[in-house]
């Protein structure tokens, strides 16, 4: 699988734009398109919304056992949320 998805479920909710960005590598592994040409475009993007959407339910419905830990925030989805806040702030 595509080693730059990384485990979204964990202690704190991962955002909308994780779930997208993990939506989007998995569609781009996939298909094997970095960038659809404009006649795929359509069903590239919808593709990512629909994956998205599984995804989110997936992570929404999950139920962990009693007493079980959750797993830890991967580094890489640590420190792309950081950089995204300190664009924010700058």
Do not use: W, Y
């Not at 979204?8 to 094997?32: C, I, N």
């Not at 795929?40 to 959407?53: I, K, P, S, T």
């Not at 997936?58 to 989805?77: Q, Y």
């Amino acid at each position: 699988m595509c080693r730059s998805i990384v485990t979204l479920r964990g202690e704190d909710k991962a955002t909308a734009e994780e779930v997208e960005a993990a939506a989007l590598q998995f569609v781009r592994k996939v298909s094997g398109h970095r960038s659809p040409s404009r006649a795929n475009q359509v069903v590239f993007d919808r593709a990512v919304l629909e994956v998205a959407g599984a995804t989110q339910r997936l992570l929404d419905g999950l139920v962990a056992p009693p007493g079980a830990r959750m797993p830890a925030i991967a580094r890489s989805r640590v420190v792309a949320r950081e950089k995204r806040e300190r664009a924010t702030r700058s």
